[in-house]
């Protein structure tokens, strides 16, 4: 009888964003793929579960990812995970949710946190429409073009960056954008130091400019500018007494 494979979102940072679901999956599990086993295993210690680990990440996931829907074949129920947060999402896990689809097997997804939902959210910028980036291009020539398509799509988008780039991404983000541009910056999510950042770019490179950058940020940026509402009308009788 075939086995399992499952996609098992595991928290960016608080434990106790974990669901229940992934709890259950991880104790039903005969092998975990994590993309880092060592973070891996302090949650599995957290929550006492017992199981076998291999790695399983970008620079080997071509090698593996046969052998793992081998033993999902064979019967065996195989949970991938991801650093923190959901796989697939700017991490690895589509190489083998493709393969898998390709040999009949139906990957179960297991949802939960991710930071590019946490970052929607706590942005407080506008995403009825949104376009997610993950990490820039490194190359500034490449990682210009980019941020002119975001410019050119006019809508909010996304990026990760790591912090050792944030104050040379930030910069290359101001020379290609308006001055009054809203930006948020979004670290440490649900950690014991999360941080939100709101405000222009222009505002936030004079802001952010001694800041020693930690942890993993999301960037957020919205090329339109919001107008000013118009104040509505009053009617004649606004300022008569009853």
């Not at 009888?1 to 595991?10: E, R, Y």
């Not at 999956?25 to 086993?37: F, G």
């Not at 700017?90 to 393969?99: H, I, M, S, W």
């Not at 506008?126 to 376009?131: A, C, D, K, L, R």
Request: include cysteine.
């Amino acid at each position: 009888m075939i086995g399992k494979l499952s996609i098992v979102a595991t928290p960016i940072g608080n434990l106790e964003d974990i669901t229940l679901r992934a709890l259950r999956m991880l104790r039903e599990a005969d092998l975990v793929a994590a993309e880092d086993t060592r973070r891996v295993a302090k949650l599995l210690n957290h929550f006492e579960i017992s199981v076998k680990t291999i790695s399983y990440h970008s620079h080997n996931e071509h090698k593996k990812t046969d052998s793992i829907l081998d033993k999902v074949e064979a019967g065996e129920n195989v949970v991938i995970v991801s650093d923190a947060g959901t796989p697939c999402i700017a991490d690895p896990g589509f190489l083998a949710v493709r393969e898998a689809v390709a040999r009949g097997i139906e990957p179960e997804v297991i949802p939960g946190v991710s930071a590019l939902t946490f970052a929607a959210v706590a942005s407080g910028l506008p995403v009825v429409n949104f376009s997610f980036f993950g990490f820039l291009p490194v190359k500034k020539g490449r990682r210009e073009r980019v941020l002119e398509q975001i410019k050119s799509e006019a809508r909010t988008a996304f990026i990760y960056e790591s912090p050792y780039r944030m104050e040379k991404v930030l910069k290359h983000i101001s020379e290609v954008f308006p001055p009054e541009t809203k930006v948020a910056i979004i670290r440490e999510a649900t950690k014991l130091h999360e941080e939100v950042i709101r405000g222009s770019i222009i505002e936030l490179i004079d802001e952010l400019a001694d800041k020693n950058w930690k942890g993993e940020c999301v960037i957020v940026i919205s090329p339109e500018v919001e107008e000013a509402k118009p104040k509505p009308k009053g009617n004649k009788y606004e300022n008569c007494n009853s």
